[in-house]
């Protein structure tokens, strides 16, 4: 019998239970350890951030699900990792219940394999005055800061249909190597196409306030996408789509600080300036959860298990970004000190950036980190647990499953504005994942035949069809397993 | 210099019958390119 550990239930953690609950005979046990009760789904909170879906449509309660399904559920949160064990251990995760009679209770869960799915910390406290919900700045990371950036913005535009002075939003990345600009992009289009529902779109001002480097950079370096058949850059798409909604940009924008209706930032020209806004929306930096690692003796070994994210079989040697290649990403997202130990989903270090560094002549570092979106973490998540599942079967380390980023693609649907007939999206798919300058290189390092653009009312069904179909997928409904991650 | 969406594209944009086919081709170029696989990038490398 074995017995798999999932820390955490977001889309990594969810999608390795399910796929190994579901290959795994019932002598082996899995158990999910999350502090969350229910499973979200993160890409539908820009809709909750515009109250056009409530955070019941777009969640729904863990414990029934796997009690149902034979997953052994626990409410608690990881305080450390003891990945030898003690005297009288096999290895553990020491967690701590968050909820119900034994809240604050903290119990050794074995494992003979773990894995590391705890997703980003979402990090406001690394820009001051950056909290959700203070100062006019809001955020739709969760759903239910989504719920509230909505009541806002329904305010402002109370506002606005009486207020003689026009108003301002300024939607963006709230550090300056924060990442997640996509989401940023969608809620910006969304909060647009409200405004003008709401007949106040000339009573409000919008601007986009990125660390990119150039617009339609989403953290990935931008790619030259194939849209209506030709090639074009997708910084030419974004400001394309920017004009035709007016909305205003600033790039390379590093925030530092946000006070009330004003943020600041420094650009990488070094200038420090300041944004007035009425509203904001601000992506934190997302950090690790900063958890540390005790070997057998009681001995402090984080730095084999972390560096800030979990380490996996990453290239993690500095070098300059001319000679970063796709190689250093990882392949199967396996501790190297610790082989039963895996960190799919967005729970790993990334060996680098996939965007350029940028340094403003303060010494401030200005650029996107890595993007982790959704499809990727389903993927990794599946192969890890496909390789799990090899791995019991065969009665040793079985590593068949592999999946780089710079070896697969993604579809990055972007809502455009919501509605049946008057929604819009923007499709973008690219592959890979990170641009392998060397095989592509002369179409910046992706593969147009297989990252193109698309705008339109198409894009928003897609998106709206994925919600259900991702929803129904992650409650384990008959025939779940065939749709793809 | 910057292209601009013109009116005949956003009427193409927003056009549902014209859109139901585009969401048939966007949904199997996704599935393609998406579920058509991965892999690892050192093998290759390699070789």
Same mark, same amino acid.
């Given at each position: ?7 955490? @239930? ?21 158990? &999910? &350890? ?5 499973? !979200? ?67 050794? &869960? ?7 799915? $705890? ?26 800061? @989504? !719920? ?21 939003? *300024? ?21 647009? !196409? ?90 934190? @930096? ?9 070997? =057998? ?13 979990? =380490? =996996? ?12 290649? &796709? ?52 993927? $990794? ?52 994942? *990170? ?51 | 210099?910057? #292209?601009?969406?013109?009116?005949? #594209? ?6 549902? +019958?014209?859109? +139901? +086919?585009? +969401? ?24």
């Amino acid at each position: 019998m074995a017995k798999i550990v999932v820390l955490g @239930a977001g889309i990594a953690g969810h999608t390795a239970a399910s796929e190994l609950r579901r290959q795994l005979s019932k002598k082996h046990k899995v158990v &999910v &350890v999350s502090p969350n009760r229910n499973y !979200q789904w993160v890409p539908s909170n820009i809709w909750v951030g515009i109250g056009k879906m409530k955070p019941k449509d777009i969640i729904f309660p863990l414990e029934p699900l796997y009690k149902r399904k034979g997953i052994e559920y626990v409410q608690a949160k990881a305080v450390s990792f003891h990945p030898e064990g003690d005297d009288t251990t096999q290895p553990y995760v020491n967690v701590e219940y968050v909820f119900g009679e034994r809240k604050g209770e903290q119990e050794k &869960v074995t494992y003979d394999y773990l894995i590391n799915a $705890t997703g980003p910390k979402l990090a406001f406290d690394m820009t001051e005055g950056l909290k959700p919900g203070t100062n006019n700045a809001y955020s739709v990371c969760t759903y239910d800061h @989504a !719920q509230h950036a909505s009541e806002a913005l329904h305010a402002l535009i109370e506002k606005a249909k009486t207020s003689e002075k026009k108003l301002k939003i *300024v939607i963006g990345t709230g550090h300056p190597k924060a990442t997640c600009q996509g989401a940023a992009f969608e809620y910006i289009l969304n909060v647009e !196409q409200e405004l003008r529902h709401y007949g106040v779109r000339d009573k409000i001002d919008l601007k986009w306030l990125s660390n990119e480097p150039a617009l339609g950079d989403f953290g990935m370096d931008g790619m030259v996408l194939s849209y209506n058949g030709k090639p074009m850059k997708s910084s030419e798409m974004v400001e394309m789509i920017f004009r035709d909604r007016g909305i205003d940009w600033v790039l390379e924008a590093g925030v530092n600080k946000v006070e009330e209706g004003l943020v600041h930032y420094e650009n990488l020209k070094g200038e420090y300036k300041t944004e007035p806004f009425d509203f904001a929306m601000l992506i934190p @930096a997302f950090s690790g959860h900063g958890f540390k690692a005790f070997d =057998v003796d009681g001995n402090d070994v984080t730095p084999k298990l972390f560096k800030g994210f979990m =380490v =996996v079989d990453a290239d993690y040697t500095s070098k300059p970004y001319e000679e970063w290649t &796709v190689q250093d990403w990882p392949e199967t997202y396996q501790n190297p000190s610790y082989p039963n130990i895996f960190a799919p989903g967005i729970a790993f270090a990334p060996p680098h950036s996939i965007s350029k560094p940028r340094k403003s002549p303060n010494g401030t570092e200005i650029f996107p980190s890595p993007p982790r979106t959704g499809m990727p973490s389903g993927i $990794t998540a599946k192969l890890v647990a496909d390789n799990i599942i090899d791995s019991i079967k065969a009665g040793h380390i079985s590593l068949q499953h592999k999946g780089s980023l710079g070896n697969m693609g993604a579809a990055c649907i972007a809502s455009a504005g919501y509605g049946l007939m008057k929604g819009s999206g923007v499709s973008i798919t690219t592959f890979p994942i *990170v641009p392998d300058y060397k095989k592509y290189g002369e179409t910046g390092g992706r593969n147009v035949k297989k990252t193109f653009g698309d705008i339109g009312l198409a894009g928003h069904w897609v998106k709206l069809a994925l919600h259900y179909a991702f929803i129904y997928k992650a409650k384990m409904k008959p025939f779940w397993w065939l749709i793809p991650e | 210099m910057t #292209q601009i969406i013109t009116k005949k #594209q956003k009427r193409w944009m927003q056009n549902p +019958f014209i859109q +139901f +086919f585009k +969401f048939i081709y966007l949904n199997i170029k996704i599935l393609i390119i998406v579920a058509g696989g991965h892999g690892g990038t050192r093998d290759k490398a390699d070789s």
